[in-house]
C-alpha cells in the first residue's frame, strides 16, 4: 500500500539530535537575555538606556520572569474551572 508522499512522523520529527540542538539554541538565547537583563539592571554598560519603571517591584532582579511565569499559572488555573463549567457529555452531539 502507497502512503502517497506522506511523513512518517514518529521517525521524521522525533530526532533527539535535532530536538537536542533545538535545546541548545533555546538555552543559548535565555543566557543572551539574562546577560542583557544582568546589564541593564547593574552596570548598563552595554544598554544605555534607562527602564521606566512605575513600580518599585520592576527594579528587582529577575521580576519579569517572575511576573510572567505567575501570569500563566493563572491562566492555566483559569483554564482549568472553565474546562468544568463548559464541558458538555461525551455524547452531546449524538444524535
Same mark, same amino acid.
Request: net charge positive; with cysteine.
Given at each position: ?10 521517525k521524521d520529527d522525533?530526532?533527539?539530535? @535535532? ?15 539574562l546577560l542583557v ?13 534607562? @527602564? ?35 464541558? @458538555? @457529555? ?6
Amino acid at each position: 500500500m502507497s502512503d502517497l508522499g506522506h511523513r512518517n512522523v514518529e521517525k521524521d520529527d522525533m530526532k533527539p539530535k @535535532r530536538t537536542n540542538q533545538l535545546f541548545k539554541v533555546f538555552y543559548f538565547g535565555c543566557a543572551i537575555l539574562l546577560l542583557v537583563e544582568l546589564d541593564m539592571q547593574l552596570t548598563n554598560l552595554v544598554f544605555k538606556e534607562h @527602564r521606566h519603571e512605575y513600580h518599585s517591584l520592576e527594579g528587582l532582579l529577575g521580576f519579569y520572569p517572575v511576573y510572567a511565569f505567575g501570569g500563566i499559572v493563572l491562566l492555566v488555573l483559569i483554564a482549568k474551572v472553565m474546562r468544568k463549567l463548559l464541558m @458538555r @457529555r461525551e455524547d452531546y452531539y449524538d444524535l
